[in-house]
């Protein structure tokens, strides 16, 4: 795998890790527990493990013509400031239309083994795109448009870092 690609991946792992054993203390009552009618904490990691396996499977249909893509470029560098910059803030946005319908409901341990498995065909995928390849606009980000793979790996990193302080709030809620 690219050494790039490579660094983003184990960041973005040591990051699910690390929040998995945060969560793993809790009841299944804590983990599930919805307060004031909004997402419980079960729901935002199933979010954020959904987000990434649609993204992977878009991914990979687009890897089939990753040589006829153009490269990224200042634009693209310029909206990933902003983007950054919107995940880090505290902004609330909606998940994309019908991604909150086809999130499943999995316990604890069922979300940590599923989302081990997405990460491994992550990992498989990362593994396939050549170090010429890495700044071809691969992704579709629904904001900010046509990313490339760095980017999108970055952007998945934001996402986990943007409801770091919702989980946060609910872990100490409970």
Do not use: C
Request: proline share 3%.
């Amino acid at each position: 795998m690219n050494p790039r690609l490579n660094k983003l991946f184990v960041l973005l792992e040591e990051d699910r890790i690390s929040l998995l054993q945060q969560v793993g203390r809790l009841s299944q009552e804590q983990f599930q527990n919805k307060v004031n009618g909004k997402w419980s904490i079960q729901q935002i990691l199933s979010h954020l493990m959904t987000a990434e396996k649609l993204s992977l499977q878009y991914l990979n249909k687009k890897v089939q013509g990753i040589n006829q893509a153009e490269n990224t470029g200042l634009i693209e560098e310029l909206k990933m400031i902003a983007l950054k910059l919107s995940q880090r803030l505290p902004f609330k946005f909606r998940a994309p239309k019908g991604l909150h319908e086809i999130t499943p409901t999995l316990d604890l341990e069922q979300l940590e083994l599923q989302w081990g498995q997405e990460r491994q065909e992550l990992k498989k995928f990362l593994e396939q795109i050549k170090d010429d390849q890495i700044n071809k606009k691969i992704y579709r980000h629904v904001r900010v448009g046509l990313l490339n793979i760095q980017q999108t790996l970055t952007f998945f990193r934001e996402h986990h870092i943007h409801h770091l302080p919702q989980i946060k709030k609910l872990m100490q809620l409970n």
